[in-house]
């Protein structure tokens, strides 16, 4: 009776599961809980910018087309949203349209897919459209605004780094939270000739 009770220990210890490798670590980035802080500068238009980013200073001039740039620079995410805004002139608003959207379809060659999600505030007089580009493009998230009558702008996201999905995702989604809230936070100021 012993040796058939030692046997069924022996048996219950020996009937091990198989060993099985462990899963590949997946790299954790946390960022901040995002704070916005109003943008008052010199431009036809403010918004809310997060706090993480650095302070509005590249403002761009060309006086040739009447553009103007503002870089929003991530530094610690190695990423850059660029805004250009343009004022609407007779008959330029087909062309603004146009010319964000094609910016758009020029990432199709990398991308996976483009998902286009129409925005508009009616109240704030802030229509337009969010594209969020998956795959190893080279902007991950693109957008336009107009009032339609006197104001476009358009912007993009842009990495510091070779287009890597997997790897800049967490940023790029983080940072998808941040354009649109830009968009949410347009307010258009009164155009002075």
């Known amino acids: ?49 997060n706090i993480i980013a650095d302070n509005i200073s ?26 250009t805004y343009k004022k609407v002139k007779a008959n330029n608003l087909d062309t603004l349209l146009r010319d964000a959207q094609n910016l758009t379809q020029k990432h199709t060659v990398k991308a996976d897919e483009i998902e286009a999600i129409i925005y508009e505030n009616p109240n704030q007089r802030v229509f337009g459209m969010f594209y969020e580009v998956g795959g190893n493009a080279a902007s991950q998230s693109q957008f336009y605004v ?23 995702y967490p940023a790029a989604d983080y940072l998808k939270n941040d354009i649109k809230h830009i968009m949410e936070t347009i307010e258009w100021k009164a155009i002075t000739n």
């Open 146 to 168: 107009t009032d339609s009558t006197n104001h476009f702008l358009n912007g993009s996201l842009y990495f510091y780094a070779k287009p890597n999905y997997d790897s800049i």
């Open 1 to 49: 009776m012993k040796k058939l009770l030692l046997l069924l220990i022996l048996t219950c210890l020996a009937c091990k599961s198989d060993p099985l490798p462990k899963p590949k670590a997946m790299l954790r980035l946390d960022y901040p809980k995002p704070e916005y802080k109003k943008v008052d500068v010199r431009l036809p238009f403010t918004f809310e910018k």
């Open 58 to 83: 590249n403002i761009k001039l060309n006086g040739i087309n009447n553009t103007i740039g503002v870089d929003i620079n991530y530094p610690k995410m190695k990423a850059t949203i660029y805004l």
